[in-house]
């Protein structure tokens, strides 16, 4: 298929939604709508919410999901859930009527994507669920070896956000938000990059700034090494930074839309050339301009896209599987939503690992090969 089929394609299995218009229609949640990949070994995609009707794009036989409901079978039993910062405030939501309706006892580890796939790689742990908010640590790091299959179920889009009184917090604006943050008396903070994506999404957000798109970049190369002098990390995930920020410990954050929208601290719209939330083939190929080197990997620009997973080691599989249904449901989504995230509708699965997908999930899922500029 060639590429502006495919995104043509990535068109017609998501709804076709301006990043405004989710802004507008998720009561105060702002969030960034699209999502997809390209490029060098490390692509990333995702979609926006999801459409009316789903149809079998991939001619896989997949279910229509538009009245699709959860099983709500019991499976009993406990599990963990090892899950990314940004999802801890719907998995938190969720958690309660899940296991109500599915007769499941979970305990959640919240924690940097990273962190949490190497408690699994590197640690020998085990856990019913992995949530990551980058589903290429799935893709590259616990696919073959300790999973077999992954689902793209919700996205999200990098912001700026600050307490009234900030410095320069009265000047402000989507167009001049570099200018502010990289005066003398300004701290900008965000999570660490070698553990959370947060954190090297954050990075290259201000690398994209400098970057030619359309004929234009937003600030010279000078404005984006100061914007990296006034950086810096403090201890935690994105969950934490809002702490620090109401203390003024920090004057700005960087970090995911639907944390933002959610907290009711002021906060930045950014440009879709630099929130990494667009899945054109235009955009995936300026998104991979930037590039961020930590002690535990190199890591290239892509559109947002978050991934789920049950792990071969899970102790309890069927209740991962079920985990991962119940956000694939009108109920499941639309708690996404509430948190200020915009779900996948249907979920996504590889085709190449359709025959591993769990029947209960493979009911709610959309087997694909690619999705726009991506390669699944």
């Not at 910062?85 to 899940?98: C, D, K, R, T």
Request: glycine share 10%; aromatic share 8%; with cysteine.
């Amino acid at each position: 298929m060639k590429q502006r089929e495919q995104d043509e394609h990535w068109r017609q299995v998501v709804r076709s939604q301006s990043r405004r218009d989710v802004l507008k229609g998720v009561s105060a949640a702002g969030l960034a709508g699209l999502a997809g990949c390209s490029g060098g070994g490390g692509s990333e995609g995702a979609t926006a919410t999801g459409t009316e009707e789903v149809t079998d794009s991939a001619g896989d036989g997949s279910t229509d999901t538009s009245t699709e409901e959860s099983s709500g079978s019991e499976v009993g039993g406990s599990m963990t859930i090892f899950h990314a910062g940004s999802l801890a405030p719907p998995f938190s939501e969720g958690e309660p009527q899940f296991e109500e309706e599915y007769g499941v006892d979970v305990t959640r580890e919240a924690q940097g994507s990273v962190a949490s796939t190497q408690k699994i790689t590197q640690q020998g742990r085990t856990a019913a669920v992995l949530g990551v908010s980058d589903f290429r640590l799935i893709r590259d790091r616990i696919v073959p070896e300790f999973g077999e299959w992954y689902a793209i179920f919700t996205t999200n889009s990098m912001s700026i956000q600050y307490r009234e009184d900030s410095p320069g917090a009265d000047e402000i604006s989507a167009d001049n938000w570099w200018e502010v943050l990289t005066r003398d008396d300004v701290t900008i903070g965000h999570s660490d990059p070698a553990v959370d994506p947060g954190g090297y999404r954050a990075v290259m957000t201000q690398q994209l700034g400098a970057e030619e798109f359309q004929g234009e970049r937003l600030y010279d190369d000078s404005t984006y090494q100061a914007l990296r002098e006034n950086s810096t990390v403090p201890t935690g995930t994105e969950t934490n930074l809002e702490g620090q920020l109401k203390s003024g410990e920090l004057d700005y954050v960087f970090y995911y839309q639907s944390i933002s929208s959610t907290s009711g601290l002021p906060y930045i719209d950014l440009q879709p050339e630099v929130d990494l939330s667009q899945a054109t083939s235009e955009y995936a190929e300026h998104y991979a301009k930037a590039e961020v080197e930590t002690g535990s990997g190199t890591f290239v620009g892509a559109p947002i896209a978050y991934g789920l997973t049950v792990p071969s080691v899970a102790e309890n599989p069927e209740a991962g599987a079920a985990w991962v249904e119940y956000f694939a449901t009108d109920e499941g989504r639309e708690i996404l939503k509430e948190q200020g995230l915009v779900p996948v509708d249907p979920i996504v699965v590889p085709q190449s690992g359709k025959d591993a997908v769990p029947d209960r999930v493979m009911r709610v899922a959309s087997a694909q090969s690619t999705l726009g500029p991506l390669d699944l």
